[in-house]
């Protein structure tokens, strides 16, 4: 009985649809932008072969890029590059003709809005009309776009603590990225930064869970914007899992050996708050996880990523790593086997180009790959297409662009960004500046006058687009005379000749400004000493720049210098000598202005370090939140404390703490806990404080870090005023994962610390007990 009438309602649902939206409809139903988006997917679905439909998980790079790697890279140097690529085996023609027959899904690097209107006009000659996807690396605004608004670098914006700014930034990159024809991009990258020698340090928000949580939730809820179930403005991705940041040998995609505790407790709790906030994709790492390479890792990517944490959206590849399974980590013994395992591990995309689509239909003709596998991940990506809003018009309206890129609104908030981000690490009473007080400033350094302050993931801009700290300078101090020695724009070009005429010139002006650092520029990869894939295995100023400084100060003039650069630099030396030292990071298009105006104090530096600053390459592991007995022992050679602690940062403004209260001294595991605490601005300038809040277990079955940051408030304070700042303390802040990795709270003594840096001296201090 039961079964004849699942028989005919089986047959009814096959008639209905089959009425509704046969296969060779005029009008198919997933072109109805009315019909909700879960309905258009099955729709669509249902009319593909299986070829179109491992094709949506196809992604190329863009027919400009390719040309131009054709013309400039071997086959040999492509196979080793993670930024430029091309076929050997197909002249862009002929993925044009694949776009057309709807054999590839996505495209990557593509930076001009009229090709992007190419490929999609190209879409729509294929059988089904699915638009590309395009992605492109927006990881400080579309910056590999010429004409862009370049905001500083994701270690920078962790640098303002400011989330409600990220936020901002993040919605004006998603306008200009869909001006040009972009959807997706390969942003945040919420790795938790734990290794100077790394050269992405830069690409992240620093060293603290809580700190890259809280900042990657930021610019997923700006970049994604959505405002309706059913539509995002991009698709941001979570990247890169997982923990390749702290690799063995601080490079990029080497082996990454971690106890899963370390796993859990530092480098996931950025996933699950991306997951929480919606992020609809993520990229896989380069590295190996404790034996097993990321790409083919079912444990990260189904059993945590999906089931655990509950992501519902799709899984991309990193650069051409899935070929790697078989070229680099040799678990796959050719593409065949790679596909096979990436996919059954649960991956949706694969970056980049044609040797996925055959094997993939070919493991499912074997049966090796189920076709509901793939239909997996075909929802999830004509979903993402569906909400983008990209079936019902792909295309852009190329007279807008222009009007839209590097706007008024946009430079603003560049400028904001840049003057947030900087940190002010040193300063013995010689800033702020005042106009006219140096008659004759001397300005030299690699980085004084050239396009570094773009960093990693920047295109070349135009001079219209970015103001350099020498410009800067000029701009704002029309009183002084500027003598700039140029040393070229790469930490090794300065030379012993540079050095002495740096001494002479130094001696002869009334106050030196250097601006040494490191260089990101991707258009000259091969000299690039920070960034994607340089790795570095010292951490002091490269080339001859330490010298440079040196000289300098030894002319006995006043000396400010100011490191642009993407990782921790290890500069002990300058921090005994020199008066005045300041952190810009890589600021941005308006960077060379914020430093300016810092520097002379039209603008009051309030940023604070997102990862501690080593005295040496031998100082890592370098974090506040250590173990106990993680310093148990001295170094016998060296400091072993950190040159700058994280939350470090200076004002020209004094800030005091004082009256430190908690609203029980004793509580359930289930109560809130209010701490409140006074902060006062004894200074004669009005400032912003970042207000920080630290939580020690005093005692745990399972060891934990001597402090954690849980809580931070960024407040302006007027000169003289003082705010009572209040923070809620909740039972989750006080969980930790026991010997299962269960959340845990514990009966016991719990110490609250808040001050304006993790440095023990800078924090007052509460105990409270949870009963």
């Known amino acids: 009985m039961h079964n004849s009438i699942y028989s005919i309602?089986?047959?009814m649902m096959i008639s209905l649809v089959a009425c509704q939206s046969s296969p060779e409809d005029a009008n198919p139903a997933y072109l109805n932008k009315k019909m909700p988006v879960q309905q258009r997917v099955d729709d669509l679905l249902m009319r593909m072969t299986l070829e179109e439909k491992v094709a949506q998980m196809c992604q190329y790079v863009g027919l400009d890029h390719m040309k131009m790697a054709e013309k400039n890279l071997s086959k040999e140097e492509m196979e080793k590059s993670d930024a430029h690529g091309f076929y050997p085996d197909l002249h862009s023609s002929d993925v044009e003709e694949l776009v057309k027959r709807g054999l590839i899904g996505s495209f990557?690097?593509?930076?001009?809005?009229?090709?992007?209107?190419?490929?999609q006009s190209l879409a729509q000659q294929s059988r089904l009309k699915i638009p590309l996807l395009i992605g492109i690396d927006a990881i400080h605004g579309t910056a590999l776009v010429d004409g862009a608004t370049v905001y500083p670098t994701p270690i920078g914006l962790a640098s303002t603590w400011d989330t409600a700014l990220v936020k901002k930034m993040s919605v004006e990159t998603a306008i200009e990225m869909r001006a040009t024809g972009a959807?997706?991009?390969?942003?945040?990258?919420?790795?938790?930064?734990?290794?100077?020698?790394?050269?992405?340090?830069?690409?992240?928000?620093?060293?603290d869970p809580y700190l890259v949580s809280e900042m990657g939730v930021a610019m997923i809820e700006g970049l994604q914007n959505t405002t309706h179930p059913d539509s995002f403005n991009v698709i941001a991705c979570a990247k890169h899992l997982i923990a390749g940041s702290e690799s063995v040998n601080g490079l990029n995609g080497a082996p990454t050996d971690l106890s899963e505790r370390t796993i859990r407790e530092v480098f996931l709790p950025p996933y699950k708050a991306a997951?929480?906030?919606?992020?609809?994709s993520v990229m896989t790492a380069h590295n190996e996880l404790n034996g097993i390479a990321c790409h083919a890792d079912e444990w990260m990517m189904t059993d945590v990523l999906r089931e655990e944490l509950g992501f519902d959206g799709f899984i991309v590849s990193d650069w051409m790593d899935i070929e790697r399974l078989a070229t680099r980590h040799f678990v796959a013994e050719n593409q065949l086997e790679a596909c096979y395992q990436t996919v059954k591990a649960g991956m949706d995309m694969h970056m980049h180009g044609p040797d996925f689509l055959d094997p993939v239909v070919q493991l499912v003709n074997e049966g090796r790959l189920s076709e509901e596998r793939i239909n997996e991940s075909v929802r999830r990506l004509l979903e993402a297409k569906f909400r983008l809003g990209l079936f019902d018009n792909p295309f852009v309206n190329e007279q807008e662009t222009a009007s839209v890129l590097f706007n008024q609104d946009h430079q603003n908030t560049a400028l904001e960004a840049a003057q947030k981000s900087i940190v002010l690490l040193k300063n013995e009473n010689l800033l702020p500046l005042n106009k006219g007080q140096y008659k004759r400033i001397f300005v030299t350094g690699p980085n004084a006058n050239n396009e570094t302050l773009l960093g990693d993931w920047?295109?070349?801009?135009?001079?219209?687009?970015?103001?350099?700290v020498l410009e800067g300078l000029k701009d704002l101090d029309t009183e002084a005379t500027f003598d700039y020695l140029s040393v070229g724009?790469?930490?090794?070009?300065?030379?012993?000749?540079?050095?002495?005429?740096?001494k002479a010139r130094a001696s002869k002006s009334d106050l030196a400004i250097v601006v040494v650092g490191e260089n990101s520029f991707r258009w000259d990869w091969n000299n690039k000493t920070c960034g994607e894939n340089s790795g570095r295995a010292d951490i002091s100023l490269g080339g001859l720049q330490q010298e440079l400084v040196e000289a300098i100060y030894a002319s006995g003039t006043p000396t400010i210098v100011v490191l642009v650069n993407g990782r921790p630099l290890a500069t002990e030396w300058i921090d005994e000598h020199v008066p005045a030292v300041i952190e810009a990071w890589e600021p941005g298009s308006y960077g060379g202005l914020a430093i300016a105006q810092i520097l002379y104090g039209e603008v009051n530096p309030s940023g604070k370090l997102p990862i501690s600053i080593p005295r040496s390459v031998g100082h890592q592991l370098c974090i506040y939140n250590h173990k106990p007995s993680h310093y148990f022992h001295k170094y016998v050679d060296a400091k072993s404390t950190p040159l700058y602690p994280f939350g470090h940062g200076l004002s020209y403004a004094t800030f005091v703490y004082q009256n430190l209260e908690l609203s029980k001294e004793k509580i359930n595991a289930d109560e809130e806990l209010k701490v409140r605490v006074e902060v006062t601005n004894t200074s004669s300038v009005d400032g912003d404080e970042i207000?920080?809040?630290?939580?020690?277990d005093n005692y745990c079955p399972v060891t934990r870090p001597v402090k954690e940051l849980k809580a931070f408030r960024r407040v302006h304070l007027k000169a003289g005023e003082t705010q009572q700042i209040t923070f809620n303390l909740t039972p989750e802040m006080l969980q930790y994962l026991d010997k299962d990795f269960n959340p845990t709270i514990d009966a016991g003594g719990f110490t609250v610390m808040v001050g304006g840096s993790s440095e023990n001296n800078q924090l007052l201090s509460i105990p409270f007990v949870v009963k």
């Open 489 to 502: 724009n790469n930490p090794n070009d300065v030379t012993k000749t540079h050095v002495d005429e740096a």
């Open 183 to 207: 959807a997706w991009t390969f942003t945040p990258n919420v790795d938790v930064a734990r290794e100077a020698r790394w050269g992405r340090v830069g690409e992240t928000f620093g060293e």
């Open 9 to 11: 309602l089986f047959v």
């Open 275 to 280: 997951v929480d906030a919606g992020v609809f």
């Open 691 to 696: 207000v920080q809040l630290y939580l020690n």
């Open 108 to 119: 990557l690097h593509v930076v001009d809005v009229k090709e992007a209107n190419y490929l």
């Open 458 to 468: 920047s295109a070349k801009q135009s001079g219209d687009n970015i103001i350099t």
